[in-house]
């Protein structure tokens, strides 16, 4: 009699183990369904891009060493040079990394004072100010993107995004998308996302 319940009872483990799973992944499929995020296009040397996700971890505890060493090399050259480009993009950057959207734009803000048409930093700022819900200060840095690159694909869908899901101007963002279906022609991926975002 115990016999014949143990393997059941290990069944329904099982089931019930692979039930939470797919509840997990639809309420996640959901979520992003309903909640989009800004495309970020992943760079060599500074990569932002799903940052602050993944499992915990020897791997993920040597990650924030890493990036807490990365951090305390850029803040020094910051002290040292107040004025020093690629350490406060480094560490605007780092603090991305980190999801610390209030200490990133200190020192991203500082560089665009230094650099106000560099494109790398306004998408950083763009991203600092779309996590903090600031969306009108997102639109002006994508849009300043614009004036120095109009064909910026990046910055296009990124506008596209903002309009639709977080200003309601679904029309604005329409044209945003088509820009850059016009436009782009190697990232499958973000022309795989403008194409269903018009479809929606």
Partial sequence: MTDSRVPFGRKAVILAVFVSLAAMFATSFIYRMENPNL????????????????????????AMNGAMSRVKEYMDRVKQNPDDLDALVGLGNSFLMMRAWDRALEPLEKARQLKPDDVTVLKAVGIAY???????????AY???LKVDPEDTLALFNLGVIYKHNLQKPDVAQTYFEKVLALEKQDAEMIKLARQELAN
Wanted: glycine share 16%.
């Fill in 39 to 62: 495309f970020v296009r992943a760079q060599a040397s500074r990569s932002f891009a799903d940052a602050g996700e993944g499992e915990g971890g020897p791997a993920m505890g040597g």
């Fill in 143 to 145: 849009e300043t993107i």
């Fill in 130 to 140: 779309f996590n903090k819900q600031e969306y009108p200060k997102a639109v002006e």
